[in-house]
């Protein structure tokens, strides 16, 4: 069984700049959360979504936004970059709203 | 909002020997307290997990024990290998926000 995906790995942005990631679920799951890992602030939860509405959300500014699909992929976006967005981002899957999460490998942004 | 405390932020201990990570929450309404692993460049893995109707759970070498009086628990791994190397970090959960503690970095020397 395939586990999360995340897309892409790697990327290169310029403040001012808008980007979007990519989640794919583990097939069969329904509830995709967001979480943003910096050196600094540790692992800090985004959103969740399940069944194509957003269930929870953490504190990060409006910026920061994301939606699911009717076939549980996920993206966030997060639009005028700063430096400060500079992390890794990790999506992570689960079968239902109660159950353990499974991450993906994290899609690493770096802001110049 | 829920607050997580996580302690030490590093350890060493040889191979062999017992480590232990303690972890303090804030919010009595959190019930469920997963702890993961993250080896560089990977997102976090699940090792073992504990809800709040139990005392302590066990899973070969790795255990984990949770007060809900004193809002606190703990991650003991035995006979530590030098895979055991990485970054553990415990997390309560209230509904399906996880507020993270700040990570323990463990350095099992062989």
């Known amino acids: 069984k395939a586990g999360v995906t995340q897309t892409p790995r790697y990327l290169i942005k310029t403040r001012g700049q808008q980007v979007t990631l990519s989640c794919s679920p583990i097939?069969?799951?329904?509830?995709v959360s967001w979480y943003q890992q910096t050196p600094g602030q540790g692992l800090q939860f985004l959103f969740e979504?399940?069944?194509?509405?957003?269930?929870n959300k953490g504190n990060f500014p409006g910026r920061f936004s994301g939606r699911q699909f009717s076939n549980s992929r996920s993206e966030m976006n997060v639009s005028t970059l700063e430096l400060g967005d500079s992390a890794l981002y990790l999506c992570?899957?689960?079968?239902?709203?109660?159950?353990?999460?499974?991450f993906g490998e994290g899609s690493r942004l770096t802001v110049l | 909002g829920e607050n997580v405390e996580q302690h030490p932020s590093t350890l060493s201990v040889q191979e062999g020997d017992s480590a232990v990570i303690k972890c303090t929450y804030s919010?009595?309404?959190?019930?469920?307290f997963p702890w993961y692993k993250q080896e560089l460049g990977k997102g976090p893995q699940l090792i073992i997990d504990?809800?709040?109707?139990?005392g302590e759970k066990k899973d070969q070498r790795i255990a984990v024990t949770l007060n809900k009086t004193a809002k606190h628990f703990s991650l003991h791994i035995t006979e530590t290998q030098p895979e055991d190397s990485a970054v553990y970090f415990c997390?309560?959960?209230?509904?399906?926000?996880?507020?993270f503690g700040s990570g323990t970095r463990l350095q099992v020397q062989p």
């Open positions: 997390a309560a959960v209230r509904g399906r926000a996880l507020t």
């Open positions: 097939s069969g799951h329904r509830s």
């Open positions: 992570a899957s689960s079968p239902d709203r109660t159950g353990e999460l499974f």
């Open positions: 919010d009595s309404a959190s019930n469920y």
């Open positions: 504990i809800r709040s109707n139990v």
């Open positions: 979504y399940f069944s194509e509405t957003q269930r």
